[in-house]
């Protein structure tokens, strides 16, 4: 383990103090005794205060990353300030904090260097996975999905809809708690344009623990020591919103989520293979972190590898429930109306609680109440392909004349 | 020929009938094949293997007012301690103890809360299992009947109305006390009245001071927490709150006492029923509190044995 100077000063200073409490104490001098004890209070109130949040303790030895290479968000560079007319920094920042789909914007990327472009291509493959365009088929179709095939008759039967997805990119990883700190550092939640304007008077209660502004089971605006890489949670779905919006993403349609996670192919016009689960059609616990098969309690985002789709999506199953844009169908499993106090938004994909495994299936929908900020609710991003530019236009595929160029400064808030 | 081999099986069976069979619950004399109580209606089953296999296995109660969720907390307790390879295990003895188990599983599985628990004694679902602890050799012999919320009120405000409640609860030596979090929080005192009743009828139940009930744990848990995010939270600091005269009964009547907090549901929505009334409609299952009070319960009882 590395030792700072700062340590080794405080170390000494807090011996030395010890040293003179106790020759007071043997001789009964109560001036030696008094100074000590001042000295050592002082090295012991310096100690506490670094400690309560992982971000002011000096650097250790560097960990390992374990995490997706896409946002190596440091200490340092949250830290830095910013200079607006410093593009060059600006830009560096941006990828920093992972906001490259902001950079990849058409109106952006041209005015961005090919290095920099390149860098910002480099960063949306390794956070990101594409998922190609077509269709897929949503309802209570997890019976009729046991052999993995999906015929007309047992679509309509199951009162299934068929629908059309086109081609976009989505997080490989839910959202870090590492992530949403540059979110929170950065003034997101006093950025009032991130917001819907109908939840302004909400944001002031999306408060942590202490009173500042973040998830809710944060302390000091931090997030727990040693949960940097597991997912966000205690976030309500409109935080989910702003953070997306605040990286050039969005929040996932029901759709996009279950294309995803079941990988349709059509094999026929009649016959579809979709799978229920990411890996196939029937539960393997050993794959995900559902009730019983693991700690108990969220795992970093990159662990469960064994369950990933087909794409190389992480944890779609598990882990955590993920918001998505769309609202919650108050339907029970007989299609049955439900009639719910409040409208919902809807989660999918079970949490380290969901007891059953039909209730982790790709196709599985729960609802939670919008403003809820739950324990095992988080969320991740997606953005449509077609939204971004991912290589310098030639003379033959010249930007459209309609997308004006935008400077950086103006995406940057 | 025949009749050489039947005339000594049919004797055999009235020496049989001669030998009253005490109802492991209340004591009541029956006949060797009845298979309820003629008394109290207690399954004559848990007699019978009380005898053959010289079991004689401890009560723990489990109560509440009617709809606070017995049926779904004993169930999920179950079924949670019998998937756990560590810490508290839990192995049902006799097929019809895997029945409540099934019920409130089936349902819950299919996003629905199990039916309504009948009031006729001969149609509760009693639990026999045996419990096994990390660092106890012996295992313990439990039963946990799953008793209506309705004959037990009933019970409570007509004393020896259901005899197998008071025989079953004079005989237990622990009890977990199920109380509705919401609704004691939104419609007033109703669910608190309840359990103060229910908790003077315990403290009043036989005359031993020694082995009164003063003297056995009581685990008061909060249900459906997951709509109570106050409760979920502190529970004892909710009890004082907002159920402060049930607070003080306990302070006064138990030794051993501790709330809790409890959730099957990780939301839940409603449904209209064919009488114009609501039905609560799970929307995902996730069990939160559930096996802490039980094992606080064991650790109160202290070890297990045969006996």
Not at chain 1, 50 to 75: F, I, Q, S, W
Not at chain 2, 17 to 44: H, K, L, T, W
Not at chain 2, 281 to 294: A, C, K
Request: a negative charge; aromatic letters at 10%.
């Amino acid at each position: 383990m590395r030792v700072s100077r700062r340590t080794i000063i405080m170390g000494a200073i807090g011996a030395a103090s010890g040293v003179i409490l106790g020759l007071g104490w043997r001789w009964a001098y109560p001036p030696l005794a008094a100074g000590g004890g001042v000295g050592l209070g002082y090295v012991l109130l310096e100690w506490a205060s670094c400690g309560l949040c992982p971000h002011n303790r000096p650097p250790e030895a560097p960990p390992p990353d374990p995490k997706p290479a896409a946002n190596p968000a440091t200490v340092k560079t949250r830290m830095e300030p910013a200079d607006p007319s410093d593009v060059d920094a600006l830009v560096e920042r941006m990828l920093a904090h992972g906001r490259y789909a902001l950079l990849l914007r058409p109106q952006i990327a041209v005015t961005l260097s090919d290095e920099q472009l390149d860098r910002a291509v480099t960063a949306l493959q390794e956070g990101m996975a594409l998922v190609p365009d077509g269709e897929v088929v949503l309802g209570r179709i997890d019976e009729a999905l046991d052999d993995g095939q999906l015929e007309e008759e047992e679509i309509a039967a199951c009162e299934g809809r068929v629908i059309r997805v086109e081609h976009f990119f989505l997080d490989r990883y839910p959202v870090t708690n590492r992530q949403f700190y540059d979110f929170v550092a950065g003034g997101g939640y006093q950025q009032i344009a991130m917001w819907d304007e109908r939840i302004w008077p909400a944001v002031l209660d999306f408060v942590d623990q202490t009173g500042q502004p973040g998830p809710r089971f944060w302390r000091d605006g931090c997030y727990p020591n040693g949960l940097e890489d597991h997912p966000v949670v205690g976030v309500s779905w409109y935080e989910a919103v702003a953070y997306a919006r605040w990286v050039g993403k969005r929040l996932l349609t029901d759709a996009e989520w279950v294309k995803a996670g079941s990988w349709p192919v059509c094999l026929s016009p009649s016959t579809r293979v979709q799978r229920k689960y990411p890996w196939g059609d029937s539960m393997e616990r050993s794959r995900v972190n559902l009730w019983g098969s693991g700690p108990g309690g969220t795992v970093p985002v990159h662990e469960f590898a064994d369950g990933v789709s087909v794409g190389g999506v992480y944890q779609l199953i598990g882990n955590v429930w993920e918001w998505t844009r769309g609202d919650f169908e108050p339907v029970d499993p007989f299609h049955r109306d439900l009639v719910l106090e409040i409208p919902m938004k809807s989660v999918r994909g079970g949490a380290f609680d969901t007891y059953f495994d039909n209730q982790a299936t790709c196709q599985f929908q729960s609802g939670e109440t919008a403003i809820a900020r739950k324990r095992n609710v988080g969320f991740r991003c997606a953005v449509g392909a077609c939204d971004l530019m991912l290589a310098r236009p030639t003379d033959d595929f010249a930007v459209p004349a309609e997308l004006e160029s935008a400077s950086i400064e103006e995406v940057q808030v | 020929m025949t009749k050489g081999v039947i005339v000594p099986l049919e004797s055999a069976r009235l020496v049989e009938y001669a030998v009253p069979i005490p109802c492991y619950v209340c004591e009541g004399q029956n006949n060797f094949d009845a298979e309820y109580c003629r008394y109290c209606s207690a399954p004559m089953a848990l007699a019978h293997q009380a005898n053959s296999q010289k079991l004689f296995p401890r009560m723990v109660a489990t109560v509440g007012a009617s709809g606070v969720g017995k049926t779904v907390y004993l169930g999920m307790l179950m079924d949670m301690l019998s998937r756990r390879s560590k810490h508290v295990q839990l192995l049902a003895r006799g097929a019809f103890s895997i029945t409540l188990q099934q019920t409130t599983l089936a349902a819950l599985g299919r996003c629905e809360f199990p039916e309504k628990t009948p009031n006729e004694p001969d149609r509760w679902n009693w639990v026999h299992c045996q419990i096994r602890r990390p660092k106890h050799r012996q295992p313990m012999e439990l039963i946990m009947p799953d008793m209506a919320g309705e004959a037990v009120l009933q019970e409570v405000d007509h004393p020896n109305t259901f005899r197998v409640i008071r025989a079953f609860l004079q005989k237990c030596v622990g009890a977990m006390v199920l109380i509705d979090a919401v609704k004691l929080k939104e419609s007033g005192q109703s669910q608190e009245f309840f359990t103060m009743k229910l908790i003077s009828y315990l403290g009043e139940l036989g005359d031993d001071v020694k082995r009164g009930w003063s003297k056995k744990p009581v685990a008061l848990i909060f249900t459906k927490v997951d709509q109570c995010e106050q409760c979920a939270k502190d529970p004892t600091a909710f009890a004082q709150t907002h159920a402060s005269g049930l607070w003080q009964q306990c302070e006064e009547r138990f030794r051993q006492y501790r709330f809790f907090a409890a959730g099957v549901a990780g939301a839940c929505a409603y449904r209209r029923s064919l009488d114009n009334g609501r039905m609560h409609v799970p929307l995902r299952i996730e069990p939160h509190g559930i096996v802490e009070p039980f094992e606080w319960l064991l650790s109160k009882l202290g070890p297990g044995g045969r006996r």
